[in-house]
């Protein structure tokens, strides 16, 4: 074509446009539906079937470790499990501890929604693995309702089978650390999990084992009887409530140990709701996971995030599905469940394994108090040195982070600065634990004195 004036001013007439509608891009594109960038995908999501004559099928997302110190073939795969019951793990996952998160900013007066870089994310040095458990929870798929799990030992089958899958997917997967990980109700799964590990390794080929390395509970329910009765104490002593409430809680709290002792578990379950019920009523708090917070953690961005079509077949899951943080059928499925006790599972896995428990200092529900109560109560012959070891002072890049408790297998963590989603209100320090827990490194390095009272004892 030749350059004629007509040409010429076509030409930069059409330049001229193009510059601006990149400076200006249409109004319908700032508050679209928000794309997921491909950087931020999963390295593998899908289903894992937990059982071969049914469609039931628990699903995960998988995130490979970042920059991994040790061969592909020995770094520690870190699974993780949500609470609830019914709780969905892509809230870990894209609120908690994934690498990237959702997050909201207020663009033309619309809420905009983004993935933005987790810098705590616990997948820097090892795989990360998200699992929807039980069935019927966040994408995981329940093809009956008589099929979901109303009990530990159902759900420790189930998710047994769901990380063979899981590790039959890639034969590196075989080799690697398997550690056990989750939060809140997970304060009972990660025990069943690990214990039915322990259990059924011991009767299966070498080939066939779940390689367990260790099992780590955040702000977990693992002794409700126990925990049920803190909650006073706990309110009073943080001077939430006066003395008289404080005594109408624990008439409450009574009642509901009470039902556990008869066995009256769903009773029980719905006195220990009423307990929290009252204690939300008497401190007027905008929520019993976090006393500092004066509006509650925003997960619904998360739900939001997980309704889009778009995010959907990114993230490998039926369009047609429809995403709830929390099911109410698991809920129901596993309430007279929530009050039984796995304090046996967890001195099981004590004696076979390691344990880690860690806890956001701020956390009405499940906290430091709760979690003491019943570990203090641990059947296990090193839990009188454990309750004697110091508490060291914890610091992450020279700040003040929290304690570490250890007494060899078993190690406490009070994590400052956070309620009950430890990861999303200190992320980078949970990175630390996690990463130096695993490694046993820093606070977590065996400790001599450890070594020097087995030798001790041995002498004498
Ligand atoms: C699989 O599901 C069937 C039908 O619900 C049940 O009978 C069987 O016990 C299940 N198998 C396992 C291993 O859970
Ligand atoms: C369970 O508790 C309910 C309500 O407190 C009571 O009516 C019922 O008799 C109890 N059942 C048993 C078996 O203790
Ligand atoms: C506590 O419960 C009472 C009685 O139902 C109600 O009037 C009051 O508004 C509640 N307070 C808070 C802070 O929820
Ligand atoms: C998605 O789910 C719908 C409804 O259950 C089903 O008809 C469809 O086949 C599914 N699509 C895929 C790709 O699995």
């Known amino acids: ?14 330049l001229l446009l193009i510059s601006i509608i990149t400076h200006f891009p249409p109004q319908s594109s700032a508050t679209s539906t928000p794309l997921f960038p491909s950087e931020a995908l999963p390295t593998k999501s899908g289903y894992l079937p937990v059982n071969s004559t049914t469609k039931s099928a628990i699903y995960y997302t998988f995130y490979e470790a970042q920059t991994p110190t040790s061969p592909i073939s020995q770094t520690p ?16 996952n894209f609120y908690e501890l994934g690498p990237w998160r959702v997050s909201s900013s207020e663009r033309h007066n619309d809420e905009h929604l983004a993935l933005i870089r987790n810098p705590g994310s616990w997948n820097r040095l090892f795989g990360l693995v998200f699992l929807d458990n039980p069935i019927g929870t966040g994408f995981s798929i329940a093809a009956t309702n008589e099929e979901i799990p109303r009990d530990q030992h159902t759900v420790g089958k189930h998710l047994f089978n769901a990380i063979r899958a899981y590790i039959a997917l890639n034969p590196t997967f ?5 550690y056990f990980t989750g ?3 997970a304060g009972k799964y990660v025990p069943a999990i690990g214990y039915y590990t322990l259990k059924r390794n011991a009767r299966l080929p070498p080939s066939s084992r779940v390689n367990l390395a260790g099992v780590a509970i955040g702000n977990g329910l693992t002794d409700p009887v ?7 104490t706990n309110a009073y ?4 409530v006066n003395e008289k409430q404080k005594t109408q809680l624990e008439k409450l709290q009574v009642e509901a140990i009470g039902l556990v002792r008869a066995g009256n578990w769903s009773q029980a379950t719905n006195a220990r709701s009423g307990v929290l019920k009252l204690l939300q009523n008497m401190t007027g708090l905008a929520t019993l996971y976090d006393f500092r917070r004066l509006v509650p953690y925003e997960t619904s961005l998360v739900t939001k995030f997980l309704s889009n079509v778009e995010v959907k077949r990114a993230l490998g899951v039926n369009e047609s599905m429809v995403y709830e943080e929390c099911s109410d ?13 796995v304090k046996y599972m967890v001195e099981y896995l004590v004696k076979n394994s390691k344990v880690l428990l860690f806890q956001g200092q701020c956390d009405l529900r499940d906290g430091v108090m709760s979690t003491e109560a019943w570990v203090k109560k641990m ?3 090193g839990i009188g040195e454990f309750l004697v070891a110091d508490r060291k002072v914890w610091k992450v890049n020279g700040l003040l982070a929290g304690y570490v408790q250890k007494w060899r297998s078993l190690s406490q963590v009070v994590v400052l600065g956070a309620g009950h989603l430890v990861p999303t209100d200190q992320a980078v320090n949970s990175q630390a634990m996690i990463e130096d827990w695993v490694l046993d490194r820093g606070l977590f390095a065996p400790g001599q004195n450890e070594d020097l009272s087995v030798t001790f004892r041995g002498a004498l």
């Open 1 to 14: 074509m030749e350059s004629t004036p007509l040409y010429k001013f076509l030409k930069l007439l059409l």
């Open 77 to 92: 795969l870190v699974i993780w499990l949500q609470g609830g019951p019914g709780c969905s793990s892509m809230l870990g």
């Open 174 to 178: 075989k080799s690697r650390p398997v």
């Open 183 to 185: 939060e809140s109700y």
């Open 226 to 232: 126990t925990q049920v009765g803190t909650h006073a």
């Open 237 to 240: 002593f943080s001077g939430l």
């Open 329 to 341: 059928v698991v809920d129901a499925a596993l309430h007279a469940d929530v009050m039984k006790s």
């Open 379 to 381: 059947n296990w012959e």
